[in-house]
């Protein structure tokens, strides 16, 4: 079952430009994490934010977490072309007995030069 | 850095066949996941591992099976494979099931005819 949910599905800018992606989820959770897809390629990790915080920044990133709307934000600050992907935020939230991460369906980002 | 490496990038195979994608890590990591991704649909988790020779079931778990024989390897297994099971199938590893993150393998596009 999809426990997170990327919006929007896809978002086209020009290269300087910010852009920001949302999450939300369902049901509680531990942390959420963000990641990055090439085409083709493997998921890399972007960024960890635990339930208990409410703002982290890595370099360009900045993402944001509110326990209490059950969402996320993700934003990317001077994008460049190297940063078109999709992206994925993932939660931990127990399931049932199986664990692992649960994957939203992701935001496309084109970066425009 | 840690590695997660997946057999083959690509593989073609027959219906009916018996399929085998292999996942190695090198950072002696407990846990070690199989998802497979597809259009519109996202990561679904299949199976985890959080021990050798203990798996537990995913969310889509029916026509695949796992073997964990030795820490460092996860395999999934195809037991007769079906054209429905054409996807990419991503490997991850990761040390706590909690509040860390997953390192992705490249991923392999396999395609069932």
């Known amino acids: 079952s999809q426990q997170g949910e990327e919006d929007p599905q896809a978002l086209s800018i020009q ?3 910010n852009a920001t992606m ?46 209490s709307k059950k969402s996320s934000s993700l934003l990317i600050t ?34 425009q030069p | 850095d840690v590695k997660v490496t997946q057999s083959s990038r690509y593989l073609v ?44 079931k995913g969310d889509i778990p029916e026509g695949y099976s796992v073997s964990r024989e030795k820490k460092e390897r996860f395999s999934l297994i195809l037991e007769s494979a079906s054209t429905n099971q054409t996807s990419m199938y991503l490997c991850a590893s990761s040390f706590f099931v909690f509040n860390t993150e997953a390192f992705f393998g490249q991923g392999t596009r396999l395609t069932v005819v």
């Open chain 1, 78 to 111: 001077a994008s460049r072309a190297a940063d078109t992907a999709s992206y994925f935020c993932a939660t931990d939230a127990e399931r049932g007995g199986a664990d692992g991460l649960t994957f939203g369906k992701g935001t496309h980002l084109i970066i």
């Open chain 1, 22 to 67: 949302n999450c939300s989820y369902k049901t509680s959770i531990n942390n959420l994490q963000w990641y990055r897809q090439n085409s083709g390629r493997g998921l890399v990790h972007l960024i960890l934010i635990r339930s208990n915080e409410r703002e982290k920044h890595s370099g360009r990133l900045r993402v944001t977490l509110d326990t």
């Open chain 1, 15 to 17: 290269e300087g430009e």
């Open chain 2, 13 to 56: 195979k027959r219906t009916g066949e018996k399929v085998f994608l292999e996942c190695v890590q090198d950072m002696d990591h407990e846990n070690m996941f199989w998802y497979r991704q597809d259009p519109g649909l996202g990561l679904r988790l299949i199976y985890f591992s959080y021990d050798v020779k203990m798996k537990e």
